[in-house]
């Protein structure tokens, strides 16, 4: 049994930090809607933060950390609507792999702006080599419940089924980017790509084995 003593008090120097740090973030997304990435410098958001240059650098040693921050905040919401059905065990695996495609949808459509421009700067920066893959993870954690449900062929790899289902995310996400018209809609493709991935597109005329693949 949890009581309040086991809850950590945060004490009023760290939540003034808190403020401060959320202060610097959101003016320098702010900045990046209105400039872009690149054109906006740190004096910039330092000032639209009502903060000290040295108070930026605090919290932010580089200016590529608050592309850090953007993706982990990202990682943080989409846990927070999916940890629920995971943990419980509620929906059904197709279901669970749809939520958390909406999920995505739906933190990419909610500030399209501010998506297009972190999205390329996490590009050039080199960030999907870099960080660790969350949405892969969740999609393996996913797929490893439905095969022990027996939803999933127990034959599958949930590291590699989950790195696919990443990989069809993230181009989904890349095209949408570059798309000029805001009538577009992310949610609707990333929903017909994972139907493809659930249902597969092989005939038994057509399917492969790994004997048509050339010698290494």
Request: glycine share 8%; aromatic share 6%.
């Amino acid at each position: 049994m949890v009581t309040t003593t086991d809850i950590p008090v945060i004490g009023r120097r760290e939540r003034n930090r808190q403020r401060v740090r959320a202060r610097i973030y959101t003016s320098a997304l702010e900045l990046f809607a209105e400039k872009g990435y690149d054109a906006t410098t740190i004096d910039e958001i330092a000032e639209r933060a009502d903060v000290s240059r040295g108070t930026f650098f605090n919290h932010f040693p580089r200016k590529e950390d608050l592309i850090t921050e953007w993706a982990e905040d990202r990682r943080r919401t989409l846990m927070d609507r999916i940890e629920q059905p995971l943990g419980t065990g509620a929906s059904d695996t197709g279901a669970l792999l749809h939520r958390c495609m909406a999920g995505l949808a739906q933190l990419s459509e909610a500030q399209r702006g501010v998506t297009e421009i972190m999205l390329t700067a996490w590009v050039k920066t080199g960030r999907p080599l870099t960080e660790e893959p969350y949405t892969a993870e969740v999609f393996a954690r996913i797929i490893e419940i439905g095969v022990r449900r027996g939803d999933i062929d127990a034959r599958a790899d949930p590291v590699l089924l989950g790195n696919l289902l990443r990989d069809a995310y993230l181009g989904v996400v890349y095209r949408w980017a570059r798309r000029t018209t805001d009538q577009e809609r992310i949610a609707g493709e990333l929903r017909d790509v994972l139907d493809v991935i659930l249902r597969g597109v092989a005939t038994n005329k057509v399917a492969g084995t790994e004997n048509d693949w050339p010698a290494a």
